[in-house]
């Protein structure tokens, strides 16, 4: 997060009047929109607690500016956002929610969230040495001893990875608001709003190389315009570095020109502004996977609401082993529909196709991500995962943690699980569990070994030739009747139960140990 320390003591002063309330709550909204990802993985993981403290926390901001402007609907939309944050949801279900209600928030306050003129990158750097250096350095390194000051240390400007999905409207916003519950004050009333805009440009220039680069960004930024790059001060206001980087690959730059290029259109001179209206193209990196845009249509309803439909055309075989890399392009894509633009369209549509006969009649699409006004964005591969990943959901929100062996030639697999729990009839519950999943997930699978251990030595062992086998057991059947039997009579029930399915199986398939062997002979505990 973006802690500018506290140089200017003026800047705590609250913000009273109802369009800054506004503008704070836009800004606070931008804060999501831009650091919430550095919280939470898209698999709804933590990576980072006090970044989620700090989401959790501008959140809240967020529904208090609103409530001081008595938008009732714009609360509710902000307490659900909340929500979501809270229950630690994917960025996807959570950043484009973030930029819907930002541009709400813009449309009925009349709110500008561009730049009012061209950067002055001079000014921003006497800006910065003034406001920002004391604690993020005058270079954007923090000084280790003020880093020691902090519990979590200021951001380094300075170091590409820090800054790779900022824009200077996050640093704007963070400037504009501060951080909820950090060191990090604001500064709207020290520093008028053109002087912030020329600050958050400069941040952003201390993150690229030194001058022995700069004329070879300048000529590589030159081949990158001729190719059709527009690097207006609009466009690089809400764009990431890391959308910059997929524009001038894009513009045949490779991979050692992209960061010098990036230099120099960091550190200006800026194109003359356009007006903005056309939504810049998707960019398919074909070194991920060989795809080209098939049609990239955007239009606008008459309520001035963006929609856009992307379809693009694979050009390698979908094939199982290709999935995951389907997946990333998903991601990348859906990355570049958030920051591509500098408002969020109002509903999306992003297909992925095996031929232009199918995206031109768009029908059997390989994937799909949508996004309608209050959804979330949800995304579909119609690719069929590997064999050996297919058994592995079997698993899925099991503690169990298996070790597979799979041959999706024969269609065998071997699977063997870690039992943790003491030695009981749930043991064997497990394994009629795990085999329904297994065949279930895992359509292709035939000869089944399932082999549950504990402390190093085999508590079971069944072989089963296939589904036919499996079925004939008859253990959904079997678990109802244990299920609703009354309580005191379900261990004895599944004692005789699980006994009598293992013994229809053919000589030699189940190996019980001993221990296990003993648990389903012993009486039922009263």
Not at 403 to 410: K, L, N, S
């Amino acid at each position: 997060m973006f802690g500018l320390g506290t140089a200017l003591a003026i800047s705590a002063l609250p913000i009273a009047a109802a369009g800054n309330d506004a503008e704070r709550a836009a800004a606070l909204l931008q804060l999501i929109v831009s650091e919430y990802d550095d919280a939470v993985s898209e698999q709804g993981k933590v990576i980072s607690n006090s970044e989620l403290e700090d989401q959790r926390a501008i959140a809240q901001g967020a529904v208090a500016e609103l409530q001081s402007l008595a938008a009732a609907d714009l609360v509710a939309q902000a307490q659900a956002l909340t929500a979501r944050i809270a229950a630690t949801r994917a960025p996807s279900n959570v950043v484009w929610i973030a930029r819907k209600l930002q541009d709400s928030v813009v449309q009925r306050f009349r709110l500008s969230l561009d730049p009012p003129a061209q950067p002055d990158l001079a000014r921003g750097a006497t800006l910065y040495r003034a406001a920002c250096a004391a604690c993020h350095g005058v270079a954007g390194s923090p000084p280790a001893a003020v880093a020691r000051r902090f519990e979590v240390p200021p951001p380094s400007f300075a170091d590409p990875r820090a800054v790779r999905t900022s824009s200077p409207r996050a640093v704007y916003s963070a400037v504009t608001v501060g951080v909820p519950g950090k060191p990090m004050p604001d500064f709207a009333e020290a520093i008028d709003a053109r002087e912030r805009w020329d600050l958050a440009f400069y941040v952003l220039t201390l993150a690229q190389r030194t001058p022995r680069g700069r004329a070879d960004g300048a000529k590589h930024l030159a081949r990158a315009r001729s190719a059709g790059l527009k690097a207006d001060a609009l466009r690089l206001s809400y764009q990431t570095d890391d959308y910059l980087r997929l524009e001038l690959r894009a513009a045949g730059l490779s991979r050692s020109e992209v960061e010098t290029a990036l230099g120099s259109l960091r550190r200006g001179p800026f194109d003359a502004p356009d007006d903005g209206s056309a939504v810049p193209p998707l960019i398919v990196p074909r070194d991920l996977i060989a795809a080209h845009v098939f049609s990239d249509r955007s239009k606008e309803d008459a309520e001035g609401h963006l929609y856009v439909d992307s379809r693009l055309v694979l050009e390698e075989a979908p094939t199982p082993d290709r999935r995951a890399r389907i997946a990333e392009l998903l991601r990348v894509l859906n990355q570049q529909v958030v920051w591509r633009t500098g408002r969020p369209p109002f509903g999306t549509w992003l297909t992925v196709y095996a031929g232009e006969a199918d995206a031109r009649t768009g029908t059997s699409a390989v994937a799909a991500c949508s996004l309608e006004t209050e959804d979330d964005i949800d995304c579909e591969i119609h690719v069929p995962l590997p064999f050996a990943a297919q058994l592995a959901t079997a698993f899925a929100g099991t503690p169990r943690k298996p070790r597979i062996t799979a041959d999706d030639r024969t269609g065998a697999a071997r699977v063997q699980v870690e039992w943790l729990e003491r030695i009981s009839p749930a043991a064997l519950r497990a394994f009629f569990e795990d085999a329904l999943r297994l065949y279930q997930q895992a359509p292709a699978l035939k000869a089944l070994v399932y082999q549950t251990v504990r402390r190093g030595r085999t508590l079971l062992r069944v072989r089963l030739r296939g589904r036919e086998e499996f079925d004939a057991l008859a253990f959904p059947e079997l678990q109802r009747r244990i299920d609703r039997a009354p309580p005191d009579e379900r261990e004895r029930l599944a004692k005789a139960g699980y006994r009598q399915a293992l013994a229809a199986l053919p000589a030699g398939a189940v190996l019980l140990a001993r221990p296990l062997r003993e648990a389903l002979s012993a009486p039922a505990r009263p």
